[in-house]
């Protein structure tokens, strides 16, 4: 299960189809009882994973723009790209909230900052 609104909405849906994939990682972003589910489709296959973005000098300039706009204690939305990287790039130290569809190396941490830098 996602760690978004996908739980509420599997919640509240009249059918629930699910797909289960052995290579999926564990979120504990919410469960939902196999009696609520209508369907199971079971896939095995490989993660879709993409490539880091190249990132310019007019991508380096859009970053630290908008890094510098951000304060401590705020909430971004990232998506992915080679904007998003690069505003991560120059946060520096900044304690932010960060709402995001992925999860890379190339992102900063979320606020409090874990003790372990390992990427899951």
């Known amino acids: 299960m996602s760690v978004d609104y996908t739980l509420q909405a599997a919640k509240s849906a009249k059918t ?3 797909q289960v994939n052995p290579q999926m990682p564990v979120t504990f972003g919410g469960t939902i009882h ?4 209508t369907a ?14 190249v990132i310019g000098d007019v991508e ?3 970053g630290a723009n908008c890094a510098g706009l951000i304060r401590d204690g705020d909430t971004l939305q990232l998506g992915i790209g080679a904007i998003p990287d ?6 520096g130290d900044k304690k932010i909230w960060e709402s995001t569809q992925r999860c890379s190396p190339t992102e900063s941490w979320s ?3 874990p003790e372990s830098s390992q990427t899951v």
């Open 16 to 18: 629930v189809i699910v």
């Open 34 to 37: 196999i009696s609520d589910v």
């Open 40 to 53: 199971v489709v079971e896939h095995d296959a490989p993660l879709l994973t993409l490539e880091p973005p």
């Open 60 to 62: 380096l300039a859009i």
């Open 86 to 91: 690069a505003v991560l790039r120059f946060l």
């Open 111 to 113: 606020w409090p900052k």
